[in-house]
């Protein structure tokens, strides 16, 4: 046996009018784990954790949060997970501490003010708040949002694109404070759409597309998949590149070329070839891939066997 | 039931939507008292000679329960329906829905706030108007059974509407073509026995009527109907919303998608 899952989702369906919004998800996200979930828009992935807060009911298909059904033991499986939504909500009649207060109060939490004060400091926060929600700008409302989250320190936490519209500043401290919770055992669930982010954090990510999981692998399988490639970027200041490199051009704009190599010794001879045809090289990047590489090949289903560990 | 009276969750939920509209008491507490004062003004100007519904009790002492009962219903009822689309429209219901909260705890905690808003602007309207047409209190148990009744179904009322109503307007539709209507019709402006036959039935069949009728036999020991008939429909009408409401958060119909 291994370690119990901390989200377990098995054969997840859900459809809006016409629309197949999830197709059949199957996932497990083990406890102590950071998780990205990637996808372009209207992939599945609000939705998918819609189901597991229990504010969307599935049409088909079982979900657990730490081995608690989230509809037949939703109370259980509630205590157990704090969710950053996607959209900025917030209640204007309130101040932010009197949100955190009444947060902690409806998961039947009544004295949490050390906790609240300690969650405070780390997003930044204590300064504001005595201050109504309403009087917030965009981002420190994220930050209270992200509070309200962790108010009953759920071991399962879930953020659904916390950095979007955040400044830099909120964004490190946002990681540091979030991995640090992670460093303390909780098992973390991120969206985003910054690549560099999910490949900085995450130790294992989901790629959605469809309402389908399209790949899902450790950050370094998913990366190291393509290792072995590289990318080559030139222009010409004379000549043209040889006929006989067609295959291996990905893009040209003009006298500007992308390549794609299956192998870094190949660099080299390319170059080469180049020069002989008469080709003047004015300037060069090769550089390996990185997860947005393969993100946008695995949507576009050039990328194969992406479906392991 | 009962455990659901003690949890942390249903007091937060039930402060929460006390200090909601505590917090802009002088559109939901002050507004409705000067409200109910107009009313009572122009009425009492207008018909004190003409109308005299039971004998030896002026029109406008006869007034004041049915002003104070429907202050007390028609805050009652915007209570609840105003904070649930406010929260439906903003968003920020999620904020009850992701917490283990039980369908029980949120059903009473909005039903409870919605009793307080109601009974504390009745209150505010009885001892205003007061001043203007003095009224006995022959039973005060009954004003009380009948002010907590009432204000218990529209705060059930309110909720269901908040529930179903997708827009603002789809809630003062409601609000403008039944529950006004029904206030209107239930008798706080005479008495049913001045009616047709035919109009008397038909108010017999407007719970609103036995809510109003009931209250008033408390304060003048004179009605037009039984008040322990009245305190049925009354306990009737507020089980059918009870199981309604319940039935719809459980499922989470219109809430959880
Ligand atoms: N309540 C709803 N009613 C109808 N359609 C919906 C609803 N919620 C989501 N959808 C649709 O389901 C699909 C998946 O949406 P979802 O929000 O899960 O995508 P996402 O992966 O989170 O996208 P994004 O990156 O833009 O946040 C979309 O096509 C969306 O339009
Ligand atoms: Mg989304």
Redesign the pocket.
């Known amino acids: 046996m291994t370690a119990q899952a901390a989200i377990r989702v098995e054969a997840l369906a859900k459809r809006?009018?016409s629309?197949q919004?999830l197709d059949g998800i199957d996932l497990e996200v083990r406890c102590g784990e950071f998780f990205g979930l990637l996808?372009?828009?209207?992939?599945?992935?609000?939705?998918?954790i819609?189901i597991l807060a229990g504010l969307c009911r599935p049409d088909a298909g079982r979900a657990t949060v730490m081995g608690h059904d989230v509809r037949t033991d939703y109370r259980n499986a509630r205590r157990m997970l704090g969710v950053v939504p996607?959209e900025i909500v917030f209640d204007p009649f309130f101040s932010v501490r009197e949100t955190l207060v009444i947060q902690s109060g409806y998961f039947g939490l009544r004295h949490n003010d050390a906790w609240i004060d300690e969650i405070l400091e780390h997003l930044g926060l204590s300064s504001k708040a005595g201050a109504n929600m309403r009087s917030l700008s965009g981002g420190m409302k994220r930050r209270v949002l992200v509070a309200q989250a962790l108010v009953h320190r759920p071991p399962v936490i879930i953020l659904?694109?916390p950095t979007a519209g955040v400044d830099v500043e909120l964004r490190q401290s946002l990681w540091r404070f979030i991995r640090r919770l992670n460093e303390d055992g909780h098992t973390i669930v991120l969206?985003t759409?910054y690549l560099e982010e999910a490949e900085a954090l995450c130790g294992r990510i989901a790629m959605?597309k469809g309402?389908r999981v399209i790949a899902l692998d450790t950050t370094a399988n998913l990366v190291g998949r393509m290792r072995d490639r590289v990318v080559v970027r030139l222009t010409l200041s004379a000549g043209a590149l040889p006929p006989a490199m067609a295959a291996r051009v990905v893009s040209s704009e003009g006298a500007s070329h992308v390549l794609r190599l299956p192998d870094p010794a190949e660099v080299e001879p390319l170059l080469a070839q180049v020069r002989e045809a008469g080709g003047q090289i004015a300037e060069l990047s090769v550089t390996q891939p990185d997860l947005e590489e393969v993100f946008v090949q695995t949507m576009r289903g050039t990328l194969a066997g992406t479906q392991s560990a | 039931m009962s455990r659901a009276f003690c949890t942390a969750g249903f007091r937060t939920l039930f402060v929460k939507e006390l200090m909601r509209f505590w917090k802009v008491s002088f559109q939901t507490v002050f507004a409705p008292i000067v409200n109910a004062l107009l009313y009572l003004v122009v009425f009492a100007h207008v018909l004190e000679e003409r109308v005299q519904v039971y004998e030896g009790v002026p029109y406008r002492a006869f007034l004041v329960p049915g002003l104070v009962m429907m202050a007390t219903l028609q805050n009652a009822f915007a209570n609840s329906s105003s904070s649930l689309i406010q929260s439906k429209m903003t968003g920020n219901i999620i904020f009850m829905l992701l917490p283990p909260l039980s369908h029980v705890e949120i059903f009473l905690a909005y039903v409870l706030a919605a009793v307080a808003r109601g009974v504390i602007v009745g209150g505010g309207v009885l001892a205003v108007t007061l001043f203007l047409a003095p009224v006995p209190f022959m039973h005060p148990l009954w004003i009380i059974t009948f002010a907590l009744g009432g204000a218990a179904i529209l705060g059930a009322m309110g909720l269901l509407a908040g529930i179903w109503a997708d827009k603002v307007d789809q809630l003062a539709a409601f609000q403008n073509f039944v529950i006004l209507p029904f206030t209107f019709l239930s008798g706080v402006f005479y008495s049913i026995h001045s009616l047709s036959a035919t109009w008397q039935l038909v108010s017999r069949a407007n719970p609103f009527f036995f809510m109003i009728d009931g209250f008033r036999y408390g304060f003048f020991g004179v009605s037009d109907v039984d008040p322990w008939s009245s305190l049925a429909v009354i306990v009737g009408t507020f089980a059918v919303l009870a199981a309604v409401n319940l039935t719809m958060l459980r499922t989470g119909y219109k809430l959880r998608?």
């Open positions: 809006f009018g629309l919004a996808g372009p828009n209207g992939a599945g992935k609000t939705t998918l819609s996607q659904d694109e969206t759409h959605m309402g | 998608t």
